[in-house]
């Protein structure tokens, strides 16, 4: 809903002979996304929970670009409607055509941008999360906190389903941080020392 919205805040703001506005903030909020992304990034492995905060603010990165798809659409459509004594079939043809890349850009790009289990959000933190945590015995690489293997840190981060929680979707991942983070603090999922 706040994508079309935003959508056809943009459309709007090409119509009123602001093009270059509405480029700038698409920009802008894209590179809000990249940056919070980033600086999420940069928080992991030491702090899941404030990391994962920023990590979703990713999603202002695909939701700018589904925004602009929703405005094209509306360009799209406002480009493709004919005038009334055209024949009938040339409004179809062209009514079609309207609909099959409404159709295509919204299932494309708008739909893209959701928040379910296997959204695009869900499946970024994941990955996030699991180049930053791994079993103990794997090549050490800077960045990354290691876990005992089948410990409840390393379930926390890999397994599908663990207390109570499934998937990646917000709830989940929410809880997969704060089990994480209590795994850290308490050190019980850490590895035997040399």
């Known amino acids: 809903m706040l994508v079309a919205l935003a959508g056809a805040a ?7 002979e602001k093009q270059v506005l509405a480029v700038v903030l698409a920009i802008i909020v894209c590179f809000i996304g990249v940056i919070a992304d980033q600086a999420g990034k940069a928080l992991l492995p030491a702090r899941p929970v404030g990391a994962l905060w920023l990590l979703e603010g ?25 005038p009334d004594d055209t024949p009938a079939t040339t409004k179809e043809t062209i009514g079609a055509l309207s609909t099959g890349i409404t159709a295509f850009v919204t299932a494309a790009f708008v739909s893209w941008a959701g928040d379910a289990d296997n959204s695009t959000v869900a499946d970024h933190v994941k990955t996030a999360f699991r180049a930053h945590y791994n079993r103990a015995g794997a090549l050490p690489q800077a960045g990354v906190h290691y876990f005992t293997a089948a410990s409840v840190g390393e379930q926390w981060v890999y397994s599908d389903e663990y207390g109570g929680v499934e998937g990646w979707g917000y709830t989940a991942r929410h809880s997969r941080a704060y089990g994480i ?3 850290l603090k308490n050190g019980t999922s850490d590895p035997p020392g040399p």
């Not at 943009?10 to 009123?16: I, P, R, T, V």
């Open 10 to 16: 943009l459309a709007y703001l090409w119509y009123d």
């Open 181 to 183: 983070a209590n795994e």
């Open 58 to 82: 990713w999603v202002l990165t695909p939701a700018a670009l589904a925004a602009i798809a929703a405005a094209v659409v509306v360009l799209v459509t406002v480009a493709l409607t004919v």
